[in-house]
């Protein structure tokens, strides 16, 4: 059984950073592709970043291009994103999702994963 856990938010004013981490439990971690997700209330999960389970160059969301920084390290189970010069915009939920049989057009997409974390809250406020 696969299980996702976060860590690392926090509240930070604008300009800061902040590093969260997502630890995987179960068989197999390379061969799970992972996202990073976030959630605001009353709006859909969005695309934050991705990976893939050979590791590879990470995918961005346009609004975290050249700002947020994902990697991962299959000898620890973990991975990470790195999150620079926050924004007020980027306050929400924090999830990391996997998926062991995700096709790369599909990577984007929140119902291509099929285990989740609980989240962590990252609040940017000054």
């Known amino acids: 059984q696969v299980q996702l856990v976060e860590s690392g938010g926090g509240s930070v004013p604008p300009g800061e950073s902040l590093r969260l981490s997502c630890r995987f439990s179960?068989?197999?971690?390379?061969?799970?592709?992972i996202g990073w997700f976030r959630q605001t209330p009353g709006k859909e999960r969005e695309f934050v970043a991705g990976?893939?389970?050979?590791?590879?160059?990470?995918i961005y969301a346009d609004s975290t291009e050249g700002r947020f920084t994902m990697s991962r390290d299959n000898a620890k189970n973990t991975v990470d994103l790195e999150m620079n010069s926050l924004k007020t915009g980027d306050t929400a939920v924090y999830y990391c999702?996997?998926?062991?049989?995700?096709?790369?057009?599909?990577?984007?997409?929140?119902?291509?994963?099929?285990?989740w974390g609980r989240g962590t809250r990252v609040t940017v406020s000054s």
């Open positions: 179960g068989q197999a971690f390379r061969t799970y592709s």
């Open positions: 999702a996997a998926s062991n049989r995700l096709i790369t057009s599909s990577q984007r997409l929140s119902s291509a994963y099929h285990y």
């Open positions: 990976i893939k389970g050979n590791g590879g160059r990470p």
